[in-house]
Structures are given as C-alpha cells and as structure tokens.
C-alpha cells in the first residue's frame, strides 16, 4: 500500500469516527450518519490498497 494512501485511508477513518462519536453526543442523528459514512469510505479505501498489494507480491 502506498504511504500516501494509507494516510487518506486512516484519516478518512479517524475524521470519520470523531464526527459520529460527536454528532451521537449532541444527538446529531445526521452528522453521526455522515460520519459513519466518512469512516466506511476510510475502510474501503484501505481495504482496496490492501487488495492491490496482494496481486503485486
């Protein structure tokens, strides 16, 4: 996985997780749900690198 990549892909996650843990604490049901949706992107992204390294090696 690209350096690069990674970083996107773990502060997709992070960014995401802080916005769903703060939109849950001020019952925020959208920002909770559009911060779940930024760190399943995070997830994603870091998943599709993972594959890509996999079919290089």
Same mark, same amino acid.
């Given at each position: 996985?690209s350096? @690069?990549? &990674? *970083?996107k *892909?773990?502060a997709?996650? =992070?960014g995401g997780?802080? &916005? &769903?843990?703060?939109?849950?604490?001020v019952?925020?049901e @959208?920002a =909770?749900a559009?911060? *779940?949706a930024k760190? @399943?992107k #995070? %997830?994603?992204? #870091?998943? !599709?690198e !993972?594959? !890509? %390294?996999?079919? &290089?090696h």
């Amino acid at each position: 996985m690209s350096a @690069s990549e &990674k *970083a996107k *892909a773990v502060a997709e996650q =992070a960014g995401g997780k802080v &916005k &769903k843990e703060a939109g849950r604490a001020v019952g925020n049901e @959208s920002a =909770a749900a559009e911060g *779940a949706a930024k760190e @399943s992107k #995070g %997830d994603l992204r #870091g998943a !599709k690198e !993972k594959a !890509k %390294d996999a079919f &290089k090696h």
